[in-house]
């Protein structure tokens, strides 16, 4: 299977710890998305790349969340100073350039817990 | 400001039924309008989407959605339902006007299929 991975796939942390999550687009994708969803509601956008640019950013992104693609491949989200309203699953898209109705594919996401 | 109404909170159907799951959009401009699934601790699986051309789409597992601009919905419809297509559906929007590639999705409905 070569869709889109995300590691870890479960995250339990204390409030305050730094955590950080990775995203694996499919291959040929150059559009990757980070959206946050919580239970019993539809995903949000938090921010999204064309390779390796940071093109747009939600404001429900805080200054502790950053997120990086740094060489246009893979995708790290970080999360400084968890707090207990980060928890959420976190998910990852991408799709490809060119046509702007290509439609976005999910990763499994990963689940923070902030105790 | 683009956003996504799903009324029902959850649909039920009987197995061999017809199904719909109702979908209303407000965009400013022109919409691309999405269909996804999410089944219990997986990602989002795109179903199907409307870019222009026929407003009828057809996509995955048997699904199909009919887009309505003058009533700005975009409903989901399964001829036969089967057990397996109990999961939670996401109707998701971009205005085509809109630079940011960013999707909108709304709250969700769980559709529950009976034997």
């Known amino acids: 299977d070569t869709g889109v991975s995300q590691d870890p796939r479960h995250k339990i942390t204390k409030r305050g710890q730094n955590v950080t999550f990775r995203c694996d687009p499919i291959s040929e994708h150059n559009r990757l998305y980070w959206y946050r969803q919580t239970l019993g509601q539809g995903p949000e956008f938090l921010t999204y790349f064309q390779n390796e640019a940071q093109l747009e950013k939600s404001r429900l992104l805080s200054d502790r969340f950053s997120a990086e693609r740094p060489k246009g491949s893979f995708s790290t989200l970080e999360i400084q100073r968890t707090e207990q309203g980060d928890s959420a699953m976190y998910l990852c898209?991408?799709?490809?350039?060119?046509?702007?109705?290509?439609?976005?594919?999910f990763g499994p996401g990963t689940r923070l817990t902030v105790t | 400001a683009q956003s996504v109404a799903q009324p029902e909170d959850q649909v039920n159907v009987a197995e061999g039924n017809p199904l719909t799951v109702k979908c209303t959009y407000s965009?400013?401009?022109?919409?691309?309008l999405f269909w996804y699934v999410q089944y219990p601790n997986r990602g989002l699986q795109f179903l199907l989407k409307?870019?222009?051309?026929?407003?009828l789409v057809k996509g995955s597992y048997g699904f199909e959605a009919e887009f309505n601009k003058s009533q700005t919905s975009f409903h989901l419809k399964k001829p036969s339902a089967l057990v397996s297509d109990s999961a939670l559906y996401f109707c998701?929007?971009?205005?085509?006007?809109?630079?940011?590639?960013?999707?909108?999705f709304g709250s969700g409905t769980r559709l529950l299929v009976r034997p």
């Open positions: 898209a991408s799709s490809l350039g060119g046509l702007a109705g290509n439609e976005q594919y």
């Open positions: 998701a929007v971009r205005d085509y006007e809109d630079s940011s590639y960013k999707l909108i």
């Open positions: 965009v400013s401009g022109n919409p691309y």
């Open positions: 409307y870019i222009t051309g026929d407003n």
